[in-house]
């Protein structure tokens, strides 16, 4: 199954540089979730073709500028292109207050319904729930009311030995009852073991996004053991004390959070505008944790 | 004086082919102004090399999000990047209630003043009256309320003849009298006629910004002997039906118009996404008035 990220920004507060603020296309299966959705990300999208008509999940994380002011934009093309397809909105309650008076003075009323979900940075909530993955918030502890989002693959039906059903002639209603782990029954009555037709499907596998928020092991066991972890490292460990200030995380702090959550690789993105090369964000995260990767705009990383 | 328009954005609508939605910025004496701003406006003057530290006005045509989504995020940048001088902003008057929501639920207290004046589409008033220029609203015919602008340089002082002052020894507290057309009595009473001494500034020019509008002679006076007249152009003259119904103008139209007002030059924008080439929106216009240009961004014409 396929279960890969695409970065479309990963500046933080202002674009430079090239560039771009927050967002990232996530496909599933070939279901495709956007993660906050900064200024730009429709010309990104497009940079990337990245088709806007294949995302029915939006998820704001919260509600600084550099994580949602391409929304409406975004909004109203799918408007404009003509989606009617209903499109599931996450993100602060006060988003659809923003979304709504836009579309009020704009005089819009948009050709397609948002079904939109409330997050709640208090607590963690099971927002997602469909047959390729399970999508939990993840309260984080920045400014202003933030998560955080998880997203679990669903372990996967066991996968059929194809060659072994034919040396068989094992019928084909008999195969769904064999991907859930039943024996097969023939008709002489001999019984074969279920783990002699399929083999166990692969281990389903997460990914955690974490953008933005002050160091703090408050959830920390919501996400641990992730297959890629995405962590915001706005600033050098030379800066944690402007980092605290600003509930940020250091790259040493991201690579730190990486080693002790068990991640087995790490993403860092969300670099501040001090900085024009990434290489030393990259060094020092490595120096701690070695399978560490910048989130580059445009590269694709497999999960 | 320098008085040029440099093209941040000149597609309609949505973003599409490298076309980023409206925005121009205006260089008028060294003095910075910039006319609607799309979302990505800011990227795009961060890749064209224009400083929003220089821009102390901006103009907002209408609410329709092509026109200023990209107001919000380059606001917070001017913030975050330490502005501390007053930001002239005109516009519809429920824009400020937008920018007051986002800046509210972000939390954030600008550093600076925004200064903000209400536009009125029904009428045409002078909004900005300084050294350099005269600024008027346009009131345009669009679905929702939308005003173009017109910027009307002022006649400069007199050029000062200095070869001849020097040859004369004329002092140089005689030099502002000089320029405002008083004549020199010499210290042994001889009178040099002020047509001696200097010449006749430049014409002051004029530049017409109408985006967006239905075809409507309404407004045709008021930008009569533009030297540079912009104008949508949003189709081509085929779908002259469709241009009313939306309320926009076709290219022969914006032709007719720059034809109709004497103006010196025609640039043409807005261009809708079903154009991925521009030629024969160009075309059309040229076999009405063939000094027309396209709004292509990044292109800088001097007026």
């Known amino acids: 199954m396929k279960f890969e990220v695409t970065i479309l920004g990963s500046s933080s507060a202002t674009p430079i540089y090239n560039r771009n603020p927050t967002s990232q296309a996530l496909n599933i299966n070939e279901r495709w979730y956007l993660i906050d959705c900064g200024e730009g990300t429709q010309q990104q999208m497009l940079r990337f073709d990245i088709k ?58 948009l050709n397609y319904p948002i079904e939109f979900t409330p997050t ?44 072994k059903l034919e040396e068989l002639n094992v019928p084909v209603q008999f195969f769904t009852a064999l991907k859930k782990g039943k024996d097969y029954v023939a008709n002489d009555g001999t019984v074969y073991k279920n783990n002699t037709l ?26 641990t053991n992730s297959d890629l972890l995405y962590h915001e490292a ?19 702090q991201a690579a730190n959070i990486a080693l002790q959550t068990n991640a087995k690789k790490l993403l860092i993105g969300h670099f501040s505008a001090r900085y024009k090369s990434l290489d030393e964000l990259l060094e020092e995260a490595q120096s701690v944790f070695p399978n560490t990767e910048l989130a580059i705009e445009g590269k694709t990383f497999a999960i």
Chains 1, 2 share one sequence.
């Open 52 to 109: 806007a008509s294949r995302i029915d999940h939006i998820f704001i994380s919260h509600l600084h500028g550099d994580h949602y002011l391409g929304l409406v934009g975004l909004l109203s093309s799918m408007h404009l292109n003509g989606r009617v397809k209903p499109l599931k909105l996450f993100g602060p309650a006060t988003l659809m207050e923003i979304i709504e008076l836009q579309l009020k003075y704009s005089e819009t009323t």
């Open 120 to 163: 709640n940075a208090e607590i963690a909530q099971v927002i997602v729930d469909n047959d390729d993955v399970t999508i939990e918030t993840i309260p984080l502890d920045h400014r202003i009311a933030c998560t955080g989002f998880i997203f679990k693959e669903k372990k996967r039906l066991r996968k059929l030995l194809k060659e």
């Open 198 to 223: 399929t083999i166990d499907s692969e281990q389903p596998k997460s990914y955690a996004y974490c953008s933005d928020t002050l160091f703090n092991p408050a959830y920390f066991d919501q996400i």
């Open 234 to 252: 706005t600033f050098l460990n030379n800066m944690a004390d402007r980092a605290r200030e600003t509930h940020h995380t250091t790259a040493l």
